[in-house]
């Protein structure tokens, strides 16, 4: 019998031992996961399923066992595991034939006013003022750029371009770059807080799970249930209520496909009042709509007004 590229590989495979086995597969995982984290978690449940082995060789069978273990887990947790699990199989040339499906759950759903609560517990703290402005400046960021928690760290001065008003997210999710545009506030924020600072600097100077601790006592101490992926999903969710297009959303956020984002409008406060307040007064949004770009454009109008007059001071001191 003539064993093709894929059979020989796999007999390769099977003659090792555990031992040999998983090791081998390591190489594979630091491939595969740029972050320091979710490697470590790979290879914690990979030494775990090693573990539950013993001597015998895996099997789709004895996957499913060990998954069995965790049954009473959280659904993300289990899925998790289910999907590390799954890559090794695959690798060893096995198909792994149980079926766990990814969560569909809601993302958090945040109140601006949580949001001020967690901001002023962060000016509470007893701590030098440059470091409650940075820790503010962080939230805002978070909130009106969506940026994950590893991103916020990863964030050098040179990936923020002031001039044009946006932000460049290096090697995100996925090993993917994105740009972020920036609201006029955030931008003279982000301004007065870079100043002299050079390119290659870390905006924050934090590491992600620095990150995550500060927003969880800011959290704690302001009694609202934030973590730090909320502001990501503030984020979200306020481009879904404004009535930001999905694909829009989607690229900002940096998610692979829209059915990801989609999530955020069953989350949307706002579009579901809004959709059930149509049923009996149809033309009530259309109102509320056009009272809002009315308003909008009058704002951009006193905004440039005042842009003009400060243009022509300035001409005149000159």
Known sequence: MILGTDGKRKLRLRRKTNDELFPLYDSQLILQYRSKAALNEARRVLGHFKSSLGQFPPTPELATAFLVKFKDRQPTTLYRYYSILKGFMAWYGEKLETKIKTPDTLPDYIESSDIEKLKDAMRSKKTHKKVIERNILLIDVGIKTGLRRAELANLKV???????????????????????????????????????KGPEVSVFGLQASTISGMIHWAAKRAGVDIHCHSLRHFFGEKLVDTGTDLEIVRRLMGHSNLGTTQRYLGRSDQQRKNAIDRLENPTSDLENTTQALTKEKLEREVKQLRLDQHTMDTGKLI
Do not use: C, F, H, W
């Not at 990936?159 to 044009?164: E, G, R, T, V, W």
């Not at 946006?166 to 807080?193: F, H, N, W």
């Open 158 to 196: 040179g990936d923020i371009n002031l001039a044009q008003r946006y932000l460049t997210v290096r090697m995100g999710k996925g090993m993917k770059d994105r740009i972020v545009d920036l609201t006029p506030s955030l931008s003279l924020s982000l301004e007065a807080y870079l100043k002299g």
